[in-house]
C-alpha cells in the first residue's frame, strides 16, 4: 500500500484530516496482516505516488506485470481474476500495453454486457489496471521527462509551461496536462494499445477529488454504472484480432491527440508573450501598456507566482493594492519581487490585517528593455475556492484592486476591471 501523506510541505498545510489516513492504515493492516506499508512523510500527490509503485513493482521487484488500484475503485469479488486473463493475454502480445476489467463503457446495460461478454473493448481511464514490465520499461522512457517536470511542486499546481514544451518536442499542440494523457499518449506512440473487458467488473466511486464534481461525476455516467455477475461460469476473453489492434489504436490516437487546453490556461502559462507583443491587446494609460499578467485567474485572482508584462520608458516604481484570503496573511512572509531570471526588485509591503488588505510598492531599476515583466512571488497557499476541478483548484493568493506605475511620461493607475477586461481580447488573439 502506498499511502500519501495529509501534510504538504508545498503548501505549508494539512490538506487532510490525519485521522482519516490512519483510519486508511489501519484497515489495510487488518486485511492484508502480511501487507508491506510505504508511507509517505510529505504529500506526493497522484503522479508521483503512482510513479513510486510502478518504479517498486518493476525497479525494486523487477516483477513481470502488475496490478494497480487507485483508492476510489470498488472491484467485483472475481475482477483480479478476469484481470489475470488479460495480463497473460498482454504478456504473450507485445501489442498490448495496459489491460483492465472495469468495462470499456460504463454505462451499458447487464444485458448488453452478457451479448457480449467474451469481447475486448479499448480502456477509458487508468484506474484498477494491469501493466507489464516489457511496456513500462518502454514507456518510462519517454514519461521520466513529464514526471521530472512536475516532481517539484504540487500536482494539483503543476506547471503547464514545460509540459507544454514536452508536447511540443513530440510533435503535438498543447494537449492537457494530467499524467494518465501523458502516459497514455506514449502507450499509442510506441504502437501499444490499451485494452478492457466490455462488461463492468468494478464501480468508480471518486465523485469528489482531484478532477471530479458530484455534478461532472453523474453526468458522465458513472452513479449509474452495473457491476456484470459471472455467477459460477467460467471466465472466457477473446483474443486481440489484427483487425480490433488497428481500430483501437486508430480511435486512441485521434481520442488522445484531439483534446487542446483552452486559451485561459495558455494565458496563465505565459505562451502569448511568446507571440507579438504588438499584436496583443493591452491597457494604456499615459504612455504605459500592461498585458495580461501571467498566472492570472478570471477576476484578476494571481497565483503564488505571477509575472506582469509591461511596455513603457523610464518606470520608476510601481503599487499593487490588493485583496487577500482571510487567514493567508502569513503567504507574504516571503514575498519577493523580479524580473524573470532572477534580478531583484526592492520592494515595500504593508499588511491591513483589518481590511485583508496588501499593499507591494516596487522601486524598479532601470528596466532590461522598454518590454518587459515583473515576477511576484508568495508563499504557496490553497485556493480559497476549493470546490471544482482543474484551475478552480490552483493556488490562489491575491486579487488585483488597483495598480498604480510611475514612468517618465506619467502616472498610471490600473483598476481591476481595466486588466480583467483584457482577457477574452487576449484569449481571442491567440485563438
Known amino acids: 500500500m502506498f499511502q500519501d501523506a495529509a501534510y504538504s510541505s508545498y503548501y505549508d498545510v494539512v490538506k487532510t484530516d490525519p485521522k482519516l489516513i490512519d483510519e486508511c492504515v489501519e484497515i489495510f493492516h487488518r486485511i492484508f496482516p502480511q501487507g508491506k506499508m510505504r508511507r509517505s512523510s510529505s504529500n506526493l500527490g497522484i503522479a508521483l505516488n503512482i510513479d513510486a509503485a510502478e518504479q517498486c513493482a518493476f525497479v525494486e521487484h523487477d516483477n513481470e506485470a502488475a496490478i494497480f488500484f487507485e483508492d476510489d475503485l470498488v472491484p467485483s469479488p472475481r475482477y483480479i481474476e478476469i484481470l489475470d486473463r488479460l495480463i497473460e493475454q498482454a504478456l504473450g502480445d507485445e501489442r498490448i500495453g495496459m489491460v483492465s476489467a472495469y468495462g470499456s463503457n460504463v454505462v451499458v446495460t447487464v444485458e448488453a454486457q452478457e451479448r457480449s461478454k467474451t469481447a475486448l473493448g479499448r480502456m477509458h481511464h487508468n484506474w484498477g489496471f494491469g501493466?507489464?514490465?516489457?511496456?513500462?520499461?518502454?514507456?518510462?522512457?519517454?514519461?521520466?521527462?513529464?514526471?521530472?517536470?512536475?516532481?517539484?511542486?504540487?500536482?494539483?499546481?503543476?506547471?503547464?509551461?514545460?509540459?507544454?514544451?514536452?508536447?511540443?518536442?513530440?510533435?503535438?499542440?498543447?494537449?492537457?496536462?494530467?499524467?494518465?494523457?501523458?502516459?497514455?499518449?506514449?502507450?499509442?506512440?510506441?504502437?501499444?494499445?490499451?485494452?478492457?473487458?466490455?462488461?463492468?467488473?468494478?464501480?468508480?466511486?471518486?465523485?469528489?477529488?482531484?478532477?471530479?464534481?458530484?455534478?461532472?461525476?453523474?453526468?458522465?455516467?458513472?452513479?449509474?454504472?452495473?457491476?456484470?455477475?459471472?455467477?459460477?461460469?467460467?471466465?472466457?476473453?477473446?483474443?486481440?484480432?489484427?483487425?480490433?489492434?488497428?481500430?483501437?489504436?486508430?480511435?486512441?490516437?485521434?481520442?488522445?491527440?484531439?483534446?487542446?487546453?483552452?486559451?485561459?490556461?495558455?494565458?496563465?502559462?505565459?505562451?502569448?508573450?511568446?507571440?507579438?507583443?504588438?499584436?496583443?491587446?493591452?491597457?494604456?494609460?499615459?504612455?504605459?501598456?500592461?498585458?495580461?499578467?501571467?498566472?492570472?485567474?478570471?477576476?484578476?485572482?494571481?497565483k503564488s507566482k505571477v509575472s506582469?508584462?509591461?511596455?513603457?520608458?523610464?518606470?520608476?516604481?510601481?503599487?499593487?493594492?490588493?485583496?487577500?484570503?482571510?487567514?493567508?496573511?502569513?503567504?507574504?512572509?516571503?514575498?519577493?519581487?523580479?524580473?524573470?531570471?532572477?534580478?531583484?526588485?526592492?520592494?515595500?509591503?504593508?499588511?491591513?490585517?483589518?481590511?485583508?488588505?496588501?499593499?507591494?510598492?516596487?522601486?524598479?531599476?532601470?528596466?532590461?528593455?522598454?518590454?518587459?515583466?515583473?515576477?511576484?512571488t508568495t508563499l504557496p497557499t490553497l485556493s480559497p475556492f476549493m470546490k471544482g476541478t482543474g484551475a478552480d483548484r490552483r493556488q490562489l493568493v491575491w486579487k488585483l484592486r488597483t495598480m498604480t506605475v510611475e514612468a517618465g511620461s506619467g502616472t498610471a493607475t490600473f483598476a481591476n476591471k481595466d486588466l480583467a477586461d483584457l482577457l477574452s481580447e487576449t484569449e481571442a488573439a491567440i485563438g
Open 131 to 302: 501493466l507489464t514490465r516489457r511496456h513500462w520499461r518502454e514507456r518510462n522512457e519517454l514519461v521520466r521527462p513529464y514526471i521530472d517536470a512536475i516532481s517539484l511542486v504540487d500536482y494539483s499546481d503543476r506547471p503547464y509551461l514545460p509540459i507544454y514544451k514536452l508536447w511540443l518536442s513530440r510533435g503535438y499542440g498543447p494537449l492537457p496536462s494530467n499524467q494518465d494523457l501523458f502516459k497514455n499518449v506514449a502507450t499509442n506512440e510506441l504502437g501499444r494499445v490499451r485494452i478492457s473487458t466490455a462488461t463492468v467488473n468494478a464501480k468508480y466511486i471518486g465523485e469528489e477529488g482531484e478532477h471530479y464534481t458530484p455534478d461532472l461525476y453523474n453526468s458522465i455516467g458513472f452513479d449509474k454504472t452495473e457491476i456484470f455477475d459471472y455467477k459460477n461460469d467460467t471466465v472466457e476473453l477473446d483474443h486481440l484480432s489484427a483487425e480490433k489492434y488497428e481500430k483501437f489504436l486508430e480511435i486512441d490516437r485521434n481520442a488522445l491527440t484531439s483534446r487542446k487546453m483552452p486559451p485561459l490556461t495558455l494565458i496563465q502559462s505565459g505562451l502569448h508573450l511568446d507571440l507579438d507583443w504588438a499584436k496583443l491587446p493591452c491597457a494604456e494609460k499615459s504612455g504605459v501598456k500592461v498585458f495580461f499578467p501571467v498566472g492570472a485567474m478570471p477576476g484578476m485572482w494571481m
Open 308 to 376: 506582469i508584462p509591461f511596455e513603457g520608458k523610464g518606470i520608476t516604481r510601481i503599487e499593487i493594492v490588493a485583496d487577500i484570503p482571510k487567514g493567508e496573511i502569513s503567504s507574504f512572509n516571503q514575498v519577493s519581487t523580479s524580473f524573470p531570471g532572477g534580478m531583484t526588485i526592492p520592494h515595500d509591503l504593508t499588511i491591513n490585517e483589518a481590511q485583508t488588505m496588501i499593499t507591494i510598492t516596487m522601486t524598479v531599476p532601470e528596466p532590461p528593455s522598454e518590454r518587459f515583466a515583473v515576477d511576484i
